[in-house]
Structure formats: structure tokens, C-alpha cells
């Protein structure tokens, strides 16, 4: 080497008389070694982290139960409530039940699976040993050596995580587990509760009974947004389209209750041309010169059916395209949709369009206790 070379060598290379390592080709790298850890790789010194300060160990065990007792807590405040508190008055609410409902239904749950999480992350950064593991890599298949080897790490981890030495940590992790293996079975057994009658009825039911009561022929119906009373004369355009709700409803509902009532009881009402409209058998009577009511609630799975076309008079509903023929009982024409749309009875009384009793039978997607 020229002088020239070992001058530029000294002033590149290492200082200090630090020899600089260099991997000469050809030498396998840690992988091919079989090892997760290179030679030059440092590892902890032996011996650390198998021993554990036991006054330190014993706080932190307590801490961890603390979380576990937590756990079990919120699991069994989520099951009390679910079974004792949320069905409450028949179970059917309005939007500050439902979030009422959620809040504790999701935040119990919530609650408990966070200290469950907690509780087990101190016990893994405080309680298990912490001595380095240096594991080689074998063919997949397992042979009895290697089983047995298993076994015995696994008994050997057991008994490094202190599950068998500590028992409080084990009774109040099993506390805290035995609930959460139950709430599924509890929100397997009721979806919701039962409705009973709720949804055979709506209001225009109790609505027309109040009217009768005090010596009218029904009640009248009001326009959706104005509550303004609807006369004959202000619906006399075939063709038009409308919805429309009981009189009342907003005043005699509960105010928790009314967007229920409402979503209940919301009808459409259309004007059909007189040679166009065909009354299904006994419900002749149920139209005012072609003017008939509808609900609007569609019998699929519950949506709005409130697009209606003027040229066919079919009453569409935008979620999944089920057709109803207004001129014919709003029978099903296209789409999943069962059964057609419930009608309800109209009348006139003192110039106004009234409805003479709630509807025949349960508005909205069929369910279970409807038989």
C-alpha cells in the first residue's frame, strides 16, 4: 500500500483506533444461523428480571384486582340493567330512552372490557419475569420431543406469570371474565323487548276514540309540519300527494313519546281520479271521492315509502323498490315487499277529511307476535 493510500485510509477510516467491522460476503446472516439475534447482538445480562420485589409484586397484584373487581363490576351493572332497567313500561321508548339506553348499555360494557385490558397489561409489565428468551427456528411439524417441550413451556410460563403462586390475580380474573361470558347469552335471549300490542296499534286509534267520545264522527287529519286541519276543498287536485298525521297527536303524546307516535301513525294520503280508482271489497266507503289514505310506512322493513308517481299512481318506496298500485289497495306490484300498504278509513265532517278508526290491521314490516 502506497504512502498516498494509507493517508487517505487514516483520514476515512475510524478514528480513535476503532477498527471498523465489515461483513465479509459470503458469511450466512443471523437468519441462516437459525437465531432471532445476531452474534455482535447484546442481550441482558443473565439472571435479569427472573426475580421479582416482592413488596412491589404485592401492590401491583392488588392494583390488578382492583381492575379485575372493576371489570366484574360493569359486567354485572351491564347485565342488571339490560334485564331490570331497559325494558322498562313495556320496553317501547323515544330517542331519550334509546340514549339513555346506550349509555349504560355501552358504556358498562365498555367499562369493563378497558379494566379487564388494563388490569392485564399491569400484570404482564409488573408481575411476569422478564428474562431474555432466545428462540430457535425448527421445522413446522412438531414431533413428541417438541410437544413435550411445549408442555413443559408452557408450565414453566404458568408459573412465571404467578397465576398458580397468586391466587387473588386468578380468582378476580375469572371474577371478571365469568360475567362477560354470559352478556351474550343474556343479548342472545332478547334482542329488544317484547312489543305486546304496541304495534298493532297507532294513534289514529286512540285519537278517534277521543273524538267519538265527545260526539264527533272521527278525527280530523292535520298536514305533516303545519298541523293545519285539511278540508276536502284543499285536496281536490288528482294527482296530489300528502302527508298527513292524527289531530292532536303532538299535544296528548308524552313528549319522549311523540317521534315514536309519529313514525307510527304517518299516512299518506292521495287523490286519485274517480274512473281510475278501484275500492277494494268492503272498503268501499273508505275514500272521499277517489281521495284515499295510505300509511306510509312501507311493509318491507319499514322504510318511507313516500315517492309517488302522478302517471301510473304507483307509490314507491327509495330503499329497496317496492311498488304499490294506489288505485287497486295498494297492492304489492314490484319488489320484496309482502303485503300491500295498510289503508286507513276516511269520512267528512263539516267540510273536513276525518279518519273513522285506526287502521285494520299492524302498519309496517310484519313481526313475530303478529301471528
Known sequence: MSDDDKDTAGQNGPRDGAARRERVIGTPSPAREKALLAEDDISAP?????????????????????????????????????????????????????????????????????????????????????????????????????????????????????????PLLRRTLLLAAAPLGLAPLVLLRDLGPLPEKRLRHTFWGEAVKKAQAEGKKGVRLVVDGTNRPLRVSDFSSPGSMITVLPEGIEEEVPEDQVLTQNAKAVTILINIPADQFK?????????????????????????????????????????HQSTFDATDAAKVIFGPAARPLPQLPLAVEDGYLIATSDYHEPIGPSFWERG
Open 279 to 319: 275500492p277494494a271489497k268492503g272498503r268501499e266507503n273508505w275514500h272521499v271521492n277517489g281521495i284515499v289514505a295510505y300509511s306510509k310506512v312501507c311493509t318491507h322493513v319499514g322504510c318511507p315509502a313516500a315517492l309517488y308517481e302522478q302517471t301510473t299512481h304507483h307509490i314507491l318506496c327509495p330503499c
Open 46 to 166: 443473565a439472571g435479569v428480571g427472573e426475580q421479582l420485589d416482592e413488596a412491589s409484586a404485592k401492590r401491583a397484584e392488588r392494583i390488578v384486582a382492583t381492575f379485575f373487581l372493576l371489570a366484574f363490576a360493569a359486567s354485572v351493572t351491564f347485565i342488571a340493567y339490560f334485564i331490570g332497567w331497559s325494558g322498562r313500561d313495556g320496553g317501547m321508548h323515544g330517542v331519550t330512552r334509546a340514549r339513555e339506553s346506550n349509555l349504560w348499555l355501552g358504556g358498562m360494557m365498555a367499562l369493563s372490557f378497558l379494566a379487564m385490558a388494563v388490569g392485564i397489561t399491569i400484570w404482564v409489565r409488573r408481575l411476569m419475569t422478564s428474562k431474555p428468551i432466545v428462540q430457535e427456528r425448527h421445522e413446522l411439524a412438531a414431533d413428541e420431543e417438541t410437544r413435550a417441550a411445549f408442555t413443559e413451556d408452557f408450565l414453566e410460563g404458568a408459573g412465571d406469570s404467578g397465576i398458580t403462586k397468586r
